[in-house]
């Protein structure tokens, strides 16, 4: 962590002098209008009012939940910009990767469920997982002051000779509160599912697949929007036009930086973190800058094989005069998952002869009829700018019968985002980062 001490007049005088030049006002992410229909084609049959529906889970978030989460994230986080090569810009959204997978836990069992619960809970169980996701899902769409839109949805091959078993219907509806849909799956649903999806994100990932495979029998599929503004409007003195930022590869880039004071920040792992809050103050933006001199590949990679707990850190953040400078940017994200969560230990759910799906297909004569996972596609969306935060990510599970496994005197604090560093939306209650990424590069 790096400490300077400096006058407070001092410091306001360097502030109304970096930022004479006035940059564009930009739209509010919240005040844009974004309406994306969703019109299904004839083929494309909703059953989820056929759904028997359970009771509503009970639910009680406690930390030791929420960190497994926390660190799991994290971990794939490391494991995700490791596959991606040195210097390269990372946005995930761990909880959307949640969400599809506690669908599939639903339909699991063995010791493919064993691995999802290592792998993506971080060893919570199917038993614990879903009421978590289902209270982190109910307090993100019940949040008055942030737009929040949390959507799932399975989409079924429509060959009449199976059909989801009742009791994994019944949990993704009444858990994930899941639509179900049954398709012939050919171009017309490929339209459909990429329709869904360009309506659930609020139109920033247009598409989540580009084709439908011949042995496709089922996509499980979430969908996450975020856009709120930030709780404290910025000033245009505080807006530093035509700044640089310093990319992992050592070359600059011009940016627009947005200056504030904040105050709270946490340590983790040498290096120094803070949050900046969204209205209501129920979620925040967070910066978490390395130490000087340590490249942010190492850290992450660091955070990662030490199973660091970025939940934990938040809870207990510090407070302080915190002097904070955000970067605008904005970056689309896509990543094909399958070989990183296999990297990871999750191998039996890619493999058709140890993928225990048995729970989630049937025959017509009752047998449980297999499938295994062929592919896990993520994609995210992310808008950081002077009047606040949109971010999307989808997720979709593609379920086949046959896989094909891949190898594997004040003193103040300073965070300055003027080089590598990562960044989350978190949530301030439990401390869970909802995204998560790295910027290497601008």
């Not at 985002?417 to 990562?422: A, G, H, S, T, V």
């Amino acid at each position: 962590m790096k400490k300077r001490t400096i006058a407070v007049t001092l410091l306001s005088a360097m502030m109304l002098g970096a930022c004479a030049d006035k940059g564009p006002v930009l739209e509010s992410p919240t005040q844009r209008e974004v309406s994306i229909p969703f019109n299904h084609s004839e083929a494309s049959q909703e059953l989820t009012k056929n759904v028997s529906t359970l009771s509503a889970p009970e639910s009680e978030i406690n930390n030791e939940q929420i960190s497994a989460l926390s660190i799991a994230g994290t971990k794939l986080l490391a494991e995700t910009a490791a596959a991606e090569g040195t210097g390269k810009n990372v946005c995930i959204s761990p909880v959307s990767v949640e969400l599809a997978f506690g669908m599939a836990e639903s339909g699991a069992g063995g010791n493919t469920l064993s691995q999802i619960e290592s792998v993506i809970g971080g060893g919570t169980s199917i038993d614990e997982m879903s009421p978590l996701l289902y209270e982190l899902s109910t307090r993100m769409k019940n949040d008055p002051d942030v737009e929040w839109n949390v959507a799932n949805s399975i989409w079924l091959k429509d060959e009449g000779i199976y059909d989801l078993i009742p009791e994994f219907a019944s949990k993704a509806s009444s858990w994930y509160d899941a639509q179900v849909w049954k398709a012939p799956f050919n171009g017309t649903t490929l339209n459909d599912i990429n329709g869904w999806v360009n309506h659930e994100t609020r139109g920033m990932i247009p598409n989540i697949l580009d084709n439908i495979s011949d042995e496709a029998r089922m996509y499980i599929i979430n969908a996450l929007a975020f856009e709120a503004e930030w709780l404290n409007e910025y000033e245009d003195k505080q807006i530093y036009e035509d700044m640089d930022f310093t990319n992992a590869d050592g070359s600059i880039s011009k940016v627009t930086l947005l200056h504030s004071e904040e105050s709270r920040y946490f340590e983790l792992n040498g290096g120094t973190g803070f949050l900046r809050d969204y209205k209501g103050g129920r979620y925040s933006f967070m910066g978490l800058l390395p130490g000087e001199g340590v490249d942010l590949d190492d850290y992450i990679k660091d955070l990662s094989d030490s199973n660091a707990d970025i939940s934990e850190a938040i809870r207990n953040t510090k407070g302080g005069n915190v002097v904070v400078e955000i970067p605008e940017f904005t970056f689309d994200y896509d990543m094909e998952m399958s070989a990183i969560l296999q990297s990871m230990g999750m191998t039996d759910a890619f493999d058709p002869e140890l993928a225990d799906f048995n729970n989630m297909l049937c025959e017509q004569n009752g047998d449980p009829h297999p499938v295994c996972i062929s592919s896990v596609i993520h994609k995210t969306h992310i808008e950081v700018d002077r009047k606040g935060t949109r971010a999307a990510a989808a997720t979709a599970l593609e379920m086949t019968d046959g896989c094909t496994s891949v190898a594997e005197p004040i003193e103040y604090i300073f965070v300055i985002l003027d080089r590598p560093f990562i960044y989350g939306i978190i949530d301030n209650e439990t401390g869970l980062p909802v995204f998560l990424g790295c910027v290497n590069q601008m």
